[in-house]
């Protein structure tokens, strides 16, 4: 067995140096054992590992050596390929080629097959690489003209040295750094350098982090948005490296309302001024902080949300309210005629039956976080009156954005479902009321799910025996909460 020990950091030139001396001497494929200087140093209890002999006997009459241009250009891909294999691969398919001269052409055999498949996702990821290195600029030198900028990006396979004149293209009248943990290079206006040494993340932010959110948010069409393709155009494992990643999940979950909005807007009209400077403010605000950390933040965010149409006729937000470290959230439907204009969930007249059961059940509310599925109300105007209207699936689901961010923070013990639209927001209407009503059951990352009556049901019950009876059970399940949490 002849082992042969290569850096084995993308170079073709390093590989074939190796297997032309054996290919000459027709060694055969299973005979030699090929490592990366990487692998066999880390491999400590494995078998110790030679340096190449190069005095591998070539016979007098040997041959020389047939290497198609199709093979050559599939190598220098696959040279650059992170699996260990790729060196035996290659030199296989090199050795059957000076029998099997038409070999590259049968793309069903099982070599050939993979050699593909490695060309292709090297290919892959230096397309990855040249769409998602993102430069920040770093001070200039002192006395140096050029603008400096430094990148971090992290390639799966060894492909610095491939992608590089890409860059050097492109940005050519800066000086640059890209760094990888499989190597660097770097331009200075004159030379390219690739360095084969692992680099660490410099961890660097500057403003061109919000110019590429502005960007992201400018060009995201939500009436052409694909989640499944734009997952595979940019896998999760960028996201970290990418400013603008942290926008897609708000982006996405307003999508659907963004495209209705548009619908209704296509009409004839451009839009009015004050709903321009909404959608920019909602931009702005979306490009500055993609994910508030904190209830006040996200509240102060919910006041803005435009991601369906009921905000248009509501006079605001209605958002949560209670402490960030409360063991209950109570979760009803949508604010009522008089929580529109309060600006506070449940104090109007089914706040008032929800406050009054809450007390005997022992249910301390300023301790509680209190909250609803929809932030806006709804309803229909009727003369004076505004005559309360069942949110929809999809206004719930819209709006379901900010409960969950609600429930991300609040973090509570237990989460009591007031009625079937809060249940729908919570469980995505997979589940009905009166199968769950009572029980304490799971809701997922450590939190559990009390499903209960909504106290505006009781205001409708005509019959007054039948009321109390119903009062009765509502107030043994908030009871039960209270013990629960
Ligand atoms: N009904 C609800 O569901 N929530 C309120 O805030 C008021 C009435």
């Not at 993308?10 to 054996?22: C, I, N, V």
């Not at 009905?432 to 559990?448: E, K, N, T």
Request: aromatic content about 8%; proline content about 5%.
């Amino acid at each position: 067995m002849v082992t042969i020990l290569l850096d084995g950091r993308g170079d073709l030139a390093e590989w074939r140096e190796a297997a032309r001396p054996l290919l000459l001497a027709r060694t055969a494929p299973r005979t030699i054992d090929w490592r990366c200087r990487s692998d066999a140093t880390s491999d400590l209890f494995g078998p110790a590992v030679e340096t190449p002999d190069t005095a591998i006997a070539v016979a007098a009459t040997a041959p020389t050596m047939t290497v198609p241009k199709a093979f050559l250009s599939l190598a220098q891909a696959v040279i650059c390929h992170s699996d260990p294999l790729r060196f035996h691969l290659l030199y296989r398919v090199l050795f059957r080629l000076q029998e099997e001269r038409t070999l590259l052409e049968v793309l069903s055999d099982a070599d050939v097959a993979q050699l593909h498949a490695m060309e292709k996702s090297v290919r892959r990821d230096c397309h990855k690489m040249t769409a998602f290195v993102r430069f920040k600029e770093v001070a200039a030198e002192d006395g140096h003209a050029r603008r400096r900028f430094v990148a971090w990006f992290e390639p799966d396979h060894h492909i610095v040295a491939r992608a590089a004149p890409f860059f050097q293209r492109r940005f050519t009248d800066m000086d640059w750094i890209i760094a990888t943990p499989k190597g660097t290079a770097a331009w200075n206006g004159k030379a390219l350098t690739i360095s084969a040494a692992p680099a660490e993340n410099p961890m660097l932010t500057d403003q061109t982090d919000t110019l590429w959110r502005t960007y992201f948010s400018n060009i995201f069409n939500p009436a052409r948005l694909k989640v499944k393709m734009m997952m595979t155009e940019m896998p999760k494992k960028y996201w970290k490296n990418l400013p603008e990643a942290k926008l897609i999940p708000g982006l996405i979950a307003g999508a659907e309302a963004s495209v209705i909005a548009m619908a209704e807007r296509a009409a004839s009209e451009a839009p009015l001024f004050h709903q321009r400077l909404q959608a920019l403010a909602q931009t702005e605000r979306e490009v500055a902080r993609a994910s508030a950390e904190t209830l006040e933040e996200l509240r102060e965010d919910a006041r803005h949300c435009t991601r369906c149409a009921l905000h248009c006729r509501a006079t605001q937000t209605v958002f949560g309210e209670g402490p960030q470290d409360a063991k209950i959230m109570i979760v009803g439907e949508q604010p009522g005629d008089q929580e529109d204009l309060a600006g506070r969930p449940f104090v109007g007249p089914a706040g008032a039956v929800f406050n009054t059961v809450a007390q005997d059940a022992g249910l301390v509310r300023k301790d509680t976080y209190v909250t609803n599925a929809v932030k806006h109300f709804k309803y229909e105007p009727r003369g004076k009156r505004r005559i309360h209207q069942k949110p929809n699936a999809g206004e719930v689901q819209h709006c379901k954005w900010w409960l969950t961010r609600e429930l991300e923070l609040v973090k509570p013990k237990l989460v009591v479902a007031m009625g079937s639209t809060a249940l729908m927001a919570l469980t995505d209407g997979r589940q009905r009321l009166s199968d769950l009503r009572g029980q304490i059951v799971q809701l997922g990352a450590g939190q559990s799910l009390l499903v209960t009556v909504h106290p505006s049901y009781l205001l409708r019950i005509p019959d007054e025996g039948k009321r109390l009876e119903e009062t009765t059970r509502f107030r043994l399940d908030i009871a039960r909460a209270v013990k629960f949490g």
